[in-house]
């Protein structure tokens, strides 16, 4: 049978704190209560009239301070979980979250109830481009909100290659992750060996643009 959403996060939030969940019974707000709250704001903050539905992903949930203090230290793992299980929330049901889903629970409103506040990730996260065949010194670059990738001089991304077109393609934010598009080149782009006309990129992606292959990596 198929466990759900809040039955995975609690089986993973028992077996990350070891015995830790169990501790903080005591209090009057618990880490799954935290976690359906969340689960609430994510599902009716959906922006609509997307290709995807487009979700908030910064969430800072404050708790009274003997709330809070009930968690001790397991408080910073329960909120990674916590964040971590929303982005497989939001996977299944095929929503976009920007640059990663994060959890913050601090102290500071009432004992007895949560206060949440949520935004959506409208800022490029920045990622980096790892050379790993076809150019020497396996160099790196950083993407923020844009890169043109080519042999001009002009491009945010040089490659000294041949085979590359001067402006070969680009890498673009957006509100659902980081774009990966051709500009016309002579010899194509290619994304995990298949060659595409614009596609998202996912952590640790291989591109490869003439003879360069390059690894996607996003921020944790």
Known sequence: ???????????????????????????????????????????????????????????????????LSHMGDVVDEVARQIARHLELYA????????????????????????AIEHTLDEQAPGAQLQVVAGQAGHESFVVYAHAVIGRDPDCEIVLAE???????AEIQWSYRGYLLRDLGSSNG???????????????GDLIEVGLVQMRFRRPD
Not at 95 to 109: D, F, K, L, P, S
Not at 189 to 203: K, P, R, S, Y
Request: charged residues 25%; negative net charge; hydrophobic residues 40%.
């Open 189 to 203: 782009t290619f994304l995990n060996t298949t060659e595409v006309e614009e596609a998202f990129l996912l952590d």
């Open 1 to 67: 049978m198929k466990l759900s959403f809040l039955s995975r996060l609690e089986n993973a939030l028992s077996s990350a704190i070891d015995g830790g969940l169990a501790r903080v019974d005591g209090g009057a707000i618990h880490p799954m209560e935290i976690a359906r709250r969340l689960q609430n704001e994510m599902t009716e903050g959906r922006l609509l009239g997307m290709d995807v539905p487009y979700v908030p992903n910064r969430f800072i949930v404050r708790l009274g301070d003997r709330d």
């Open 91 to 114: 996977d299944e049901e095929g929503w976009a979250y920007g640059g990663g889903v994060t959890v913050q629970i601090e102290g500071g409103g009432r004992d007895g109830r949560l």
């Open 162 to 168: 041949p085979a590359v077109s001067r402006r070969h």
